[in-house]
């Protein structure tokens, strides 16, 4: 056989796991064995924030590609990043999650979560570093025997 063949079918194989991008997904087991029926990502415990104000908590839907940039996604998704101030995570959603977008309100709502998102984290950053300067950085810091 062929070995271009068999390399093909591989890839195939592998990167076809998963149902697509707005399947209905559910998470199976628990702990760090959970895993969902998803080909990237499972959105039940994400919450995304719609152009118009609205939340919607845990979707249950499936994402479709990480770590996307605003228009990196193909035609019929939007990449959203999620306000976590710990990570930086953005996913490519169906435009219509939310409703009928124009296209201009996609490329905002785009921009708007990863502006969102980038703000969280370097807040989070700043408090951070607050924080380290006021702790000591090691016991010889410190003198346990007041004088």
Known sequence: MNKSFVVLALILVVGGCGDPIGSACKFTGSGFTASDNCRYRCL????????????????????????????????????????????????????????????????????????????????????KQKIQKTVPTSAADTDPVPD
């Open 44 to 127: 039940e415990h994400r919450s995304i924030n719609c152009p118009d104000g609205s939340e919607i908590k845990g979707p249950k839907i499936c994402s479709g590609a990480r770590q996307c940039d605003p228009g990196g996604c193909t035609i019929g998704q939007a990449c959203y990043h999620v306000s976590d101030p710990f990570n930086k995570e953005s996913y490519c959603l169906p435009v219509n999650l939310c409703g009928d977008l124009s296209a201009e309100e996609i490329a905002q709502w785009e921009l708007g979560s990863k502006t969102a998102s980038d703000k969280l984290i370097a807040e989070w950053q700043a408090k």
